[in-house]
């Protein structure tokens, strides 16, 4: 089997050499050159032509963003994003994803050594998932279509994205990898009056505060970082912190918000699994699962507890998913009961929420 072809671009001499050793440490991984800056790069691109590019954000001459932009829209391939987990490096690497990066890691920290290891196995493990990932050419922004809401749901009269009664429909929703634009997509296509939706996305806690932004507005919903004790209401979306597991418990007729500081489970926190779990545990039947697009197995089994406790549950299908790595293991288990397209995970929530 042929090594992944890896192009390095960093405008630091020290990342450059501290990433092509890393990579260089594996064994199906082969680091055929590295660019100073973008203009270097795409010369590199056509001569030596790589199946996967790391990129810096912050370079001279032109800006990781500008290069990306004109890479998806002239020659998609797949990129991984190197960026640094500040507030404002969440916003750019968010436009990154947004614009068909496949993913991100956190910028080495070359005073660090006792984590480069567990670093070495992030990184190595996301280019592995990045040359298997689906790429597709950048395209102008589409309208979604919205779905027509639920008859005698809420009133015309009534306010948008807040103020409405509690409901017994909960939709339980985990994503990874691609599933920050696949969770976008799904909101868009949702009315205001949809049943409270929970989150759990891979993401770290410098990214919460800009992520739920990018949601709340693409959606008439309303999106917020879910807080403890929070009563979860329909027309809203509960994201989980960056740095917290999201529960769904019960307090009387109400659910709310649990956040828990556990461990991360799977390697992640928040985990799609604990997410699930409860969410099995205390809505049940009242409850519709949906996996997007992401990398391992993360709810997986879980989403299977869902099912079991008489929850609906959808998976996006493979040829819609960046990685199909947890809709396609929640599939193999018998987790989803419907398989269905990115463009129509919408209209399924809206046809089994009835």
């Not at 309303?222 to 329909?234: D, F, K, R, V």
């Not at 500081?261 to 205390?282: C, I, L, T, W, Y």
């Not at 197995?297 to 040829?319: C, F, H, P, R, Y």
Request: net charge positive; with cysteine; aromatic share 4%.
């Amino acid at each position: 089997m042929s090594k992944i072809r890896l192009l390095i671009i960093d405008d630091s001499a020290l990342i450059r050499k501290m990433l092509t050793q890393i990579f260089n440490s594996s064994n199906d991984i082969e680091v055929v050159g590295s660019a100073v800056d973008p203009i270097v790069a795409r010369d590199k691109i056509k001569k030596l032509n790589p199946d996967v590019l790391t990129l810096d954000v912050e370079m001279p001459r032109m800006d990781g963003l500008t290069f990306l932009r004109n890479l998806m829209r002239l020659r998609p391939m797949p990129v991984v994003m190197i960026s640094t987990l500040t507030e404002k490096g969440a916003a750019v690497t968010l436009e990154a994803l947004e614009l068909g990066a496949v993913d991100f890691v956190a910028k080495p920290k070359v005073d660090v050594s006792n984590s480069l290891n567990t670093y070495a196995e992030d990184i190595i493990a996301k280019v592995r998932m990045a040359a298997r990932a689906k790429v597709r050419p950048l395209r102008g922004k589409q309208k979604v279509a919205q779905v027509p809401s639920f008859a005698n749901t809420v009133t015309q009269s009534s306010p948008a994205k807040n103020h409405f009664k509690t409901t017994d429909k909960i939709i339980a929703l985990g994503s990874s990898t691609g599933g920050t634009e696949a969770l976008k997509e799904v909101v868009a296509g949702l009315p205001r009056n949809t049943p409270a939706i929970v989150v759990s996305q891979h993401l770290p806690v410098s990214f919460s505060v800009s992520f739920a932004k990018h949601v709340d507005e693409a959606t008439d919903m309303t999106a917020c970082i879910a807080q403890e004790g929070q009563q979860i209401l329909p027309g809203n979306i509960y994201i989980a912190p960056g740095d917290q597991h999201l529960l769904v418990v019960r307090d009387g007729a109400r659910y709310i918000c649990q956040l828990n500081d556990g461990p991360p489970v799977n390697r992640h926190k928040p985990s799609v699994e604990v997410m699930f779990r409860s969410v099995a545990q205390n809505v049940g039947k009242n409850a519709i699962g949906v996996m997007l697009t992401g990398m391992g197995a993360d709810g997986s089994k879980t989403m299977l507890e869902m099912k079991q406790a008489g929850s609906i549950n959808i998976v996006q299908d493979e040829a819609s998913s960046v990685v199909w790595g947890m809709p396609g293991e929640a599939f193999k288990l018998g987790a989803a009961d419907h398989v269905v397209p990115l463009n129509k995970v919408a209209e399924k929530i809206l046809a089994l929420a009835k």
